[in-house]
Antibody, heavy 120, light 111 residues
């Protein structure tokens, strides 16, 4: 049973970089069945896809965030990570890691969520 | 504004059936699989329907999905108070095949 466990700070200062990590258990991050991705929900808003990475290292980002987003994989730790630079109050949200099916697009597995506050 | 259009809210009484629509275009829903998610505040979304009409194991058959052209529909029969949640449709666009696009979400109220 694939499971995702998120870690990372819940408080980030304005203009700094948000960093979150998602540890995969129950499957290998080298699996070609999934894209490993991030989704967020700002207060009072809907779900927003941030970006995804394939085990090969290929990345795919939401065009609205592309200039500030970086997603990477650490195969030695079976983890993938999100970095979002130059954060503002608009980036305050509940962040989730998730698996995106390679062929079907379904987000079948989710992390527990990390509430990120942007404040000095 | 979301690429996929959902009604902001729907409501029905316990035991009744409700449907939630999701409208897109030929570059997203029209040519790709649709999924549906149930989201309770502060928790991780749960996959209810994938590949337009398939249920993951453990999802009761009260939940159903369908797709026709550039629109998809989630049906929930035998409504229970525990079904009160936000529901999102999701798919991807041909311009970014590895991406995900969501509808704006629909708040279900069980009266």
């Amino acid at each position: 049973q694939l499971q995702l466990q998120q870690s990372g700070p819940g408080l980030v200062k304005p203009s700094e970089t948000l960093s979150l990590t998602c540890t995969v258990s129950g499957d290998s991050i080298n699996s070609n069945s999934y894209y490993w991705g991030w989704v967020r929900q700002a207060p009072g808003k809907g779900l927003e896809w941030i970006g995804s990475i394939f085990y090969s290292g290929s990345t795919y980002y939401n065009p609205s965030l592309k200039s500030r987003v970086s997603i990477s994989v650490d195969t030695s730790k079976n983890q993938f990570s999100l970095k979002l630079s130059s954060v503002t109050a608009a980036d305050a949200a509940l962040y989730f890691c998730a698996t995106r099916g390679y062929l079907t697009g379904r987000l079948a597995h989710w992390g527990q969520g990390t509430l990120v506050t942007v404040s000095s | 504004q979301s690429v996929l259009t959902q009604p902001p809210s729907v409501s029905a009484a316990p035991g009744q059936k409700v449907t939630i629509s999701c409208s897109g275009t030929s570059s997203n829903i029209g040519n790709n699989y649709v999924s549906w998610y149930q989201h309770l505040p502060g928790t991780a979304p749960k996959l209810l329907i994938y590949d337009n009409n398939m249920r993951p194991s453990g999802i009761p058959d009260r939940f159903s999905g369908s797709k026709s052209g550039t629109s998809a529909t989630l049906g929930i029969a035998g409504l229970q108070t525990g079904d009160e949640a936000d529901y999102y449709c999701g798919t991807w666009d041909n311009s970014l095949s590895a991406g995900v696009i969501f509808g704006g979400g629909t708040k279900l109220t069980v009266l």
